[in-house]
T-cell receptor
């Protein structure tokens, strides 16, 4: 399975600012995914990022609020823009495994907005 | 929308007890994954089942995929404190890469 790292691991940000989360994979992958998770709860998919094309967003998530970059096959960023306390959450990136139905996750970024 | 209902939501048991977590849907999934997540970490893939009726064992963990591929279960024998964590089931569709996640089961095993 791929080794995935995320930066930062956690951050405390002020309302109205933006934070960019980085996701780095140790091998080339086609599909990368960004999720949001409240502690102890399930995962909500934000968007799917395919290298060379625009990210595909799920219902309730928009590009202006969560712009995503996917410059190459090993890296992606998610920006949380104009943050409010409701954006406080854990943000996780994942990559597609050898089999398309398997995903491997990074350690997550814990974001607190004050 | 394909939904996965996971139960129980929370389970607190003594070391040595057995437990079962269930994942049910009215829809058919092409695959079913089980993940375990510890605080401060991302979910870790435990197993994938793809064939109706399939049973997989991972040490003290037994995973089963229903014959109709609409449900799955995770059974832990003689639970240990190290089994503590959030268990998530996730269903894969026949086409596409997205996973549908269950609500999760928080397991706490007390010594």
């Amino acid at each position: 399975s791929a080794v995935i790292s995320q930066k930062p691991s956690r951050d405390i940000c002020q309302r109205g600012t933006s934070l960019t989360i980085q996701c780095q994979v140790d091998s080339q992958v086609t599909m990368m995914f960004w999720y949001r998770q409240q502690p102890g709860q399930s995962l909500t998919l934000i968007a799917t990022a395919n290298q060379g094309s625009e990210a595909t967003y799920e219902s309730g998530f928009v590009i202006d609020k969560f712009p995503i970059s996917r410059p190459n096959l090993t890296f992606s960023t998610l920006t949380v823009s104009n943050m409010s306390p409701e954006d406080s959450s854990i943000y996780l990136c994942s990559v597609e495994g050898t089999f398309s139905y398997e995903q491997y996750f990074g350690p997550g970024t814990r974001l607190t907005v004050t | 929308t394909q939904l996965l209902e996971q139960s129980p939501q929370f389970l607190s048991i003594q070391e040595g007890e057995n437990l079962t977590v269930y994942c049910n849907s009215s829809s058919v999934f092409s695959s079913l994954q089980w993940y375990r997540q510890e605080p401060g970490e991302g979910p870790v893939l435990l197993v994938t089942v793809v064939t109706g009726g399939e049973v997989k064992k991972l040490k003290r963990l037994t995973f089963q995929f229903g014959d109709a591929r609409k449900d799955s279960s995770l059974h832990i024998t003689a639970a240990q404190p190290g089994d503590t964590g959030l268990y998530l089931c996730a269903g894969g569709r026949e086409y596409g890469n997205k996973l549908v996640f269950g609500a999760g089961t928080i397991l706490r095993v007390k010594s």
